[in-house]
């Protein structure tokens, strides 16, 4: 693997999640806005058919090309290296991220969502190259109506230190929380996808993560 790519998961601020359903645009036109805004872009589609999402996920690897964003794919190690994008995140329930490594070793950056402490600790035994904790806030997009709160943000933050996302409920009031908590970068969806401009959007919400190394 390229250092260029692990050195854009250590520096990533702003991580954002493309699912067509929670787009208020076309999804395409939306990525487009995203790609130039956000440092990391994810493509989310649980329920497409593997051709579907090979070609989306090829459509994106051009677009993220132009911009120097980093793609990563959701849950399929397959579709990301079909694509040539740069990595893949995987839930606790995926494929494990030591069988990845195993199959393809550091063709792909690894992500693992992580729910507890115990998880994101096991998470650094497994090599992976960045972690996602939450859901941290309420959530519509899970049905989370309870987060697991910034103090487990700040609890996994100090004890593993793997580049680190924040994700579930993040919108521009709540960012620099996230942020000043310990996560390294914020994850977004429906802030950003189901925005009115998804590009202002992530302007938006970049300039509130900026607010978190303020005093």
Not at 40 to 59: I, W
Not at 78 to 85: K, P, R, V, W, Y
Not at 156 to 178: D, Y
Not at 197 to 215: D, T
């Amino acid at each position: 693997m390229d250092n260029d790519r692990k050195d854009k998961i250590r520096a990533m601020r702003l991580y954002g999640i493309l699912t067509e359903k929670f787009c208020r645009a076309p999804w395409l036109e939306t990525a487009r806005e995203l790609a130039g805004e956000v440092d990391v872009l994810q493509l989310r589609e649980k329920e497409m058919n593997g051709r579907e999402l090979l070609l989306r996920a090829r459509a994106l690897r051009e677009m993220t090309l132009e911009t120097g964003t980093l793609l990563i794919i959701n849950d399929r190690p397959d579709i990301a290296l079909l694509s040539e994008a740069d990595g893949v995140h995987l839930g606790q329930e995926d494929v494990c991220a030591d069988d990845v490594r195993e199959l393809w070793g550091d063709k792909l950056l690894v992500g693992l969502s992580t729910h507890s402490l115990g998880q994101a600790v096991e998470a650094a035994k497994m090599g992976v190259d960045y972690i996602g904790i939450g859901p941290v806030f309420p959530t519509a997009t899970k049905g989370v109506k309870t987060g697991l709160g910034l103090e487990l943000v700040t609890k996994i933050c100090r004890s593993v230190s793997l580049p680190s996302v924040a994700i579930g409920g993040i919108a521009e009031h709540n960012a620099a929380k996230a942020l000043k908590a310990g996560a390294q970068s914020v994850a977004a969806i429906s802030a950003l996808c189901g925005a009115e401009s998804p590009g202002l959007a992530a302007s938006g919400l970049r300039k509130a993560c900026g607010r978190a190394v303020g005093p």
